[in-house]
Structures are given as C-alpha cells and as structure tokens.
C-alpha cells in the first residue's frame, strides 16, 4: 500500500469531526485518571497495531486502558481482571458515544471523573458532550485511512527523533489539537509573561523545536507536515527548506515551516522527503537559535543527502 493515500479534507471533514470529539471524550478521562507526567506528556495518546491507546490508568483497585480500534471500528474498554466492554464507532453521535463510554467504565468499575466534560477549543466548545446529536459522521473507511497515516508518520517521528541526544518528548496525538509531534528541547531556560497558563509555562520552559502533522482545519485546510521553533529567534523565515514545496507561513503571530501532504504524495521518495523537510526545519531553528547541533547529534543518526547534514 503506498504510505501516504489520499486525504483531502472535505472528503472527510464530517468524520474527522466527530472523530475529534469522540478523542476528546477519551482524553478527557486519560487527563484525570493518568498519572501526572513533565510537559503533561501522560495525556496525549499512542499509536498502536489497531489504532490509539490511552495506556493503562487508574481508578482506586481498577487498572483500565481504552482503546480506539480503527480495524474492528470499536473503542475497547479493558481491566487488567480481564473484563471488556466494546462500543461500535459508527452509527452514533457525539452524546450516544459519551454516555455510553460513561456506562462501560461503570461496567468495569471505574468512575469517570472529567473536570469540563465538553469540547476543547472548537467551535462548539459551550456545548456538553451529553448534548451533542450534530455530530455523528463514521466512515469507516476514512477513518482507517487517518489511522494508516498516522502510523506512517508516527514511524518517521521515530526515526527524526533518533538522530537528537537533548532531551525528546515521546511522539505524542494530541487529542485536543488533533495532530501529532515530537519535541526537541535545548538546554536554555526561556522566562514566560506572569500571565502564561500553566500548561504554556510548562511545555515551554525551554527552547523548543517540534515537528508534527495535522489533517487540515478551516485555518488551512489541507493536511500538512509542519515545525516551528519557539521562541521564534530573529530571521527565521530566510532559512531554507527542503524540498522544493515546503514553504514558511504566518500563524498566530510568528511562523510555521509546513510541507503540504498533497506535494509528498508527489514525490518519488515521500518517506525521504518528509525526513528531509523534518531536518532543514530543525537546521533553520538551530542555527537560528544557536544551538550546539554537533553536541546534540546522537551518533547512528540518518544522514539526508538532499539536507547535506547528520540528524
């Protein structure tokens, strides 16, 4: 099969919706039950051979984990006493989904617990899950594909990730942005304004370089690989990118490096190319910044000949 198959956003803009809050519903039961980690690394999801987990957590004696299963199209919900409870994916809303995720956790003796149980950052934020019929797209096939894509680039965060000795976050899916990335961190502490969140203060306490990919949204709507380094050190956007159809955009008051999915399906080696985009953007920020790239080289790292340097 090739690694990256078509996905234009309007094809399946209704199911990524619904896929969106139904992640956002999961994850909000990961953010209570999981044990607090550095960054709030312990929330996001991980890839699997079938889909997404939450990893295992607790509540009281019960360890459980909650799985998407985007083979059988079934979030799984497992005890480590050996009991499971299966919700089909399709043919649901938003609200059928939510309360019947609530009643197989009490199945399996678990109480949910979720602070703000409605979405974060959409347009229907104000919105319960409990009340949400809008929302009911599932196509299967779609959504299998947005899995398959996911572990194609899963895999090449992996490798990028290899060739970085400093401090890596774990590749992570984002439930609440819907996209997925790994991090690069120098060892420079960076002060936030008093009025930073706590989440922002965290994550960004140091300099940052990340790389990730998103399916598209109203914003930009086109599926893309993307990296920005924060802060945005002066003169950014006059580093090259590799290959030829990555490009610097504007968002949100500085600047991101995006390759749209759309130009790496078009290339020869799709893998290479989004390997080689991964890099220029890490070279571009480090220089940039001033970092130490020979230090933070790890040896065994891949070497892109379209990039000309050690990862």
């Not at 099969?1 to 999961?26: I, Y």
């Not at 299967?140 to 965060?157: D, G, K």
């Not at 790496?264 to 890490?282: I, K, N, Q």
Request: with cysteine; proline share 8%.
């Amino acid at each position: 099969m090739e690694p990256f198959p078509e996905l234009p956003l309007a094809s399946w803009q209704d199911t990524k919706a619904t896929l969106h809050r139904f992640a956002q519903v999961v994850g909000k039961i990961r953010l209570a039950a999981g044990i607090r980690r550095n960054h709030w690394w312990n929330v996001p999801f991980h890839l699997t051979g079938r889909g997404l987990t939450t990893r295992p957590m607790r509540d009281g004696d019960v360890i459980f984990t909650i799985d998407f299963d985007f083979v059988g199209h079934q979030l799984v919900l497992t005890s480590t006493d050996g009991r499971t409870v299966s919700i089909p994916l399709y043919g649901r809303s938003v609200a059928s989904f939510y309360e019947e995720t609530l009643r197989a956790l009490a199945h399996l003796d678990v109480e949910a617990r979720m602070n703000v149980p409605r979405p974060f950052d959409l347009p229907d934020s104000g919105r319960p899950f409990a009340e949400d019929t809008e929302h009911a797209a599932y196509d299967p096939v779609m959504a299998h594909r947005y899995w398959r894509v996911l572990s194609e680039v899963n895999l090449l965060l992996e490798e990028f990730a290899a060739g970085y000795s400093g401090k890596t976050s774990p590749v992570h899916h984002f439930w609440h942005t819907f996209d997925i990335a790994c991090t690069r961190f120098s060892d420079r502490a960076v002060d936030q304004p008093p009025e930073a969140d706590p989440v922002t203060r965290e994550a960004y306490s140091r300099e940052v370089i990340s790389s990730g990919f998103w399916f598209g949204d109203d914003a930009f709507p086109e599926a893309a690989f993307y990296s920005y380094t924060a802060p945005e050190p002066d003169g950014l956007v006059s580093e090259p990118l590799a290959p030829k159809d990555a490009r610097w955009i504007e968002q949100r008051g500085g600047h991101l490096a995006v390759l749209p999915y759309a130009a790496v399906r078009a290339e020869a080696d799709p893998r290479g190319a989004v390997l080689a985009f991964y890099e220029s953007a890490y070279q571009a920020g480090a220089r940039r910044a001033g970092w130490d790239t020979g230090r933070y080289a790890c040896p065994g790292g891949v070497t892109d000949p379209r990039v000309g340097v050690r990862g």
